[in-house]
């Protein structure tokens, strides 16, 4: 199959030997860039019997050199397949560093094969600065535009006042909404109803995990979505419509407190 080799660190060859470790909890944590090969026979011995109940706790680095395999299929082979097998390691690996690549690697791979519905099955997907442009770019590709949420989780990344979004969220949501309305007539800011995908640029996409890729094919170029000044001024705009809406109704009330404790 196109992209698989024998320089895949998941490749599991046959004739490296493989022993039962006397006692598997004295075993070494793995290197940063494990690989079936790299592993002395105790640790392939473990391995293997890990592999037949993916789920169940264990080192990262065992994680990783079976997702590493995983992830040359989502992009080369059986996408349908390794994305639920991916989705498994998910939702029983909390590891941040496996959470972010898995993710990275499931947006891309089905921005890639156009299958945008597939991204509502991710399990934990969270929000990310890398990751949103990723998101981002398969809102538009989708035809979607941004509500609320999307909109004030890129406030950190279009240099917005972050003030009132953390000390005044529900407020600030909600002043947000109305900011919205009042200029676009709905709750939502327009991306995948207005913006062309010619009218975007290209920056570099975030990197998967399998070092054995092509560089080019690691970090893959993404639209980028943000680049387009257009949007990004909108962005900005809105959100900072609703933090002066929201700070002028933050002072009011306290201005009303004071009062009400003069008359007190």
């Known amino acids: 199959m196109g992209g698989m080799d024998k320089g895949d660190p998941s490749t599991i060859f046959t004739k490296l030997p493989v022993a039962q470790p006397e006692r598997p909890e004295d075993l070494n944590s793995l290197s940063r860039y494990p690989s079936y090969s790299g592993l002395s026979p105790t640790q392939r011995f473990v391995y293997l019997n890990w592999l037949q109940d993916i789920s169940r706790p264990i080192d990262i680095g065992y994680v990783f050199i079976y997702y590493y395999g995983l992830e040359k299929h989502l992009i080369y082979g059986k996408y349908a397949e390794a994305f639920e097998e991916t989705n498994l390691l998910r939702k029983h690996h909390s590891n941040f560093s496996f959470q972010y690549h898995s993710a990275a690697a499931l947006l891309y791979s089905s921005f890639l094969r156009k299958e945008f519905d597939a991204v509502d099955r991710i399990t934990g997907l969270t929000s990310n600065l890398l990751l949103e442009d990723l998101q981002l770019v398969i809102a538009h590709a989708r035809g979607q535009d941004l509500g609320v949420e999307a909109v004030i989780a890129l406030a950190k990344k279009v ?106």
């Not at 309305?181 to 290209?202: E, V």
């Open 159 to 264: 240099g917005a006042n972050r003030r009132y979004i953390e000390a005044e969220p529900a407020l600030f949501e909600s002043n947000l909404e109305e900011t919205l309305r009042n200029i676009y007539g709905d709750s939502f800011l327009p991306l995948g109803s207005k913006y062309d995908a010619s009218s975007f640029g290209k920056k570099g996409g975030v990197g998967l995990a399998n070092y054995s890729l092509e560089p080019s094919v690691r970090m893959p170029s993404i639209p980028d979505v943000l680049g387009n000044v257009v949007f990004q001024s909108s962005v900005k705009a809105v959100l900072h419509e609703a933090h002066l809406r929201t700070k002028e109704k933050v002072l009011a009330a306290r201005k009303l407190a004071k009062t009400q404790t003069k008359k007190k």
